[in-house]
């Protein structure tokens, strides 16, 4: 698991913890969805944000949390987990920078 983050492990803050201890205090949690409220280009992601991501098949239920959603052009229907998961890390990296 290690080798197979060339190390990124080391230098990226992250934490595993039931959905329901997710400190609230200076922190956005966002869900994303295919039919999401707000589009990523938009969303203000400065803050620290804690990110989740639904199943492919099936997505998330509704837990009450803005919902985001990527914009895709062509003809996909949607984007893998991985792939999702890599876009909106990445966007809040950069927007954080």
């Known amino acids: ?11 990226i803050p992250f934490t595993s913890c039931a959905f329901d201890e997710v400190p609230a205090d200076g922190l956005q949690v966002l869900a ?7 589009d990523l280009r ?3 992601l400065g803050l620290p944000t804690a990110w989740v991501f639904g199943n492919e098949a ?7 949390l803005p919902t985001v959603s990527i914009p895709i052009f062509g003809e996909a229907e949607s984007l893998n987990l991985a792939s ?6 990445y966007a809040s990296a950069v927007a954080q920078r």
């Not at 994303?32 to 707000?38: V, Y």
């Not at 099936?58 to 009450?64: A, E, K, S």
């Not at 999702?84 to 890390?89: D, K, M, P, R, Y």
Request: aromatic share 2%; with cysteine; charged share 20%.
């Open 32 to 38: 994303t969805s295919g039919a999401g409220e707000r």
């Open 42 to 44: 938009e969303v203000d």
């Open 1 to 11: 698991c290690v080798r197979s983050t060339a190390g990124s492990l080391f230098h």
């Open 58 to 64: 099936h997505g998330l239920p509704d837990l009450g």
């Open 84 to 89: 999702a998961a890599a876009v909106c890390l």
